[in-house]
RNA sequence: GGCGCAUUCGUCUAGGGGUUAGGACACAGCCCUCUCAAGGCUGGUGCACGGGUUCGAAUCCCGUAUGCGCUGCCA
């Protein structure tokens, strides 16, 4: 039987990263087992049912590179894939409930009455549980349906994931409670339930159930900052499962072969946004110049930076990219690159242009890099320590006031990487009108 | 309240009867170094508590505590 998992969020305007990992488990599992990853929308209320809400979701998975091989957008064999779409299906299904006797109702809203005995649930990752469901008092009856006529969750999630033929049913652990309903309901229509597997939940800085309201809730948050797809997986990822050989940064790909939702542990796991920054990092050390540059691309566009060309771009962002933490980050590291119009701060020009001698060293610097004719980073390089051991002073003195002259800063990139970009007569140029500020 | 799940450094985790309890983030110091990063080295902090079982328990069992979840005509 080919694997069949699904994410079905409901669309309330935004995707809560607990979502997004959930939806990456179950894709993880799906193409780990050439199955099929299946999206379906749980707009039961209203309300929620917008476009925009559901974009938020696509663009979301998208972003995280994961694909669905059926959905709203897509289609598939057991569409529609919109509860608020699938109304005739659920009241099919009614019918059956109804004919078998498992209904009742109550005050105009429609019951299901449980068999009221021990439901066991073998949880792939929870191991097995039983539920005594004898006590009516601490196990009520569900409601399926409204007096309005509109469906409740826990029905319509099991019509949907039997119609849609799911064999994983891969969800947070918040949902494991209601397992057992759930298993009540599958049997009361015949069916047998697939396999579940609850994982642990992720919660906030105050060991709460991470909402809403909480910095970092949303993957939207992460594709705005300026985090990597690739940092933002692996480490939702990593929030209970290990690769178990102490590696942490993981490319997708690796994540694939080794992935293994059995491991997955029980813990609840709090969000820590350090380490999802320091892996950021990580991956933008390791990823290609080219994948950079088509992430940081829009984050400079933005911006409005006036690099001109492509090819520029790209030579500015590769000196920049071994330094950069977050791609939203990158406009302010390469700015000064493209244009001249930079403020200097002026605890660096204190710091380096101020100090004694530092006119004289710039200038005896000027002069070297003047008789540079094939410029490059290693022949700049080449100037200024021998210009330095001319002076009898150490690289830094020449170093430091050359960096702020031509950068209005003390920390950026490698120098002779920006004397590089720069090219020689924007460089000396600079070199030229930082002399007023240094000292004698 | 009832039911379910969990409990290893501050955080994420490895380890599932005998380990100097390992790694990572963060933090501190040092090295490297043109800055900032990266990298390297070093350091401190941890098996919730109480009982068992056992020659031996972080590991197995039972309790307690704490946390989280469910207990909706929310999903």
Known sequence: MTVRTRFAPSPTGYLHVGGARTALFNWLYARQHGGTFILRIEDTDEKRNTEEARQVIYDGLNWLGLDWDEGPDKGGPFGPYQQSERSDIYAKHLAVLEAGGHLYEDNGAIRFRSPRKTVVVEDLICGRIEFDMSNPATHPDMTIRRPDGSWIFHFVNVVDDIEMKLTHVIRGEDHLSNTPKHIELYNALGVTPPKFAHIPLILNTEGKKLSKRDGGSSITFFMDGGYTPEAVANYLCLLGWSPGDNRERLTMAEILSLFDLAKVNRRNAIFDLDK???????????????RFAELAKPFVDKAGIAYGTDEALIQALAIVKAKVKHLSDVPDWIAFLFSDEFSFDPEAVEKSLKKPGALGRLKALEASLLTVSDWTHVTVEAALKET?????????????????????????????????????????????????????
């Open 388 to 440: 330095a051991l001319a002076l009898g002073v150490k690289t830094g003195e020449l170093v430091h006031p050359a960096r702020v002259a031509v950068s209005g800063r003390s920390v950026g990139p490698g120098l002779y990487e920006i004397f590089e970009v720069l090219g020689k007569d924007r460089t000396l140029a600079r070199f030229e009108r930082a002399r007023s500020l240094a000292a004698e």
């Open 276 to 290: 999802c920054f320091w892996l950021n990092g990580q991956h933008i050390l390791a990823m290609s110049l080219a």
